[in-house]
């Protein structure tokens, strides 16, 4: 997507027009064990033409992704069970055409902790709490660089 159509659509919102459907026909995996965090995140992915799964940990997540590999994931860090490091190290080793994007969403900020989350696997990362213009432009961004 280039600057001109990211523009266009950014006034379009401004104007009260639809959020751009960056996601049309794709999947989002959101995989966190807050309830309210799924939520949140679905409903913003969802707004950008994703069709959202929901995953409450890592192995729940892992199991979907088994099912059908979504195009985007969205995982929290710190989750039972399974934690998101360990998800995303065993999604990347799952053989598939296509690699799915992953965003941590998570409280760890520190610069080792995103270090640690991209040597994972993720292609990026975003620090909780997060609103919708954050998640929406970190999206975008990711949509227009892939």
């Not at 459907?21 to 995989?31: E, S, W």
């Amino acid at each position: 997507m280039d600057t001109d159509e990211i523009v266009r659509q950014a006034k379009a919102q401004r104007q009260g027009g639809t959020a751009p459907a960056i996601g049309r026909g794709k999947t989002c995996l959101v995989v966190d064990d807050s309830r309210v965090v799924r939520k949140v995140a679905s409903k913003i992915a969802a707004s950008l033409g994703y069709r959202v799964v929901e995953a409450e940990n890592g192995e729940e997540g892992l199991a979907r992704c088994k099912q059908h590999m979504p195009d985007l994931v969205l995982t929290d860090w710190q989750m039972p069970v399974m934690s998101g490091i360990e998800f995303v190290g065993e999604l990347r080793a799952i053989p598939t055409h296509k690699a799915p994007t992953v965003v941590f969403c998570t409280q760890m900020s520190q610069a080792s902790d995103i270090h640690e989350g991209i040597a994972a696997g993720a292609d990026d990362y975003i620090v909780k709490p997060f609103d919708e213009a954050q998640l929406r432009a970190k999206l975008l961004k990711l949509e227009s660089s892939g």
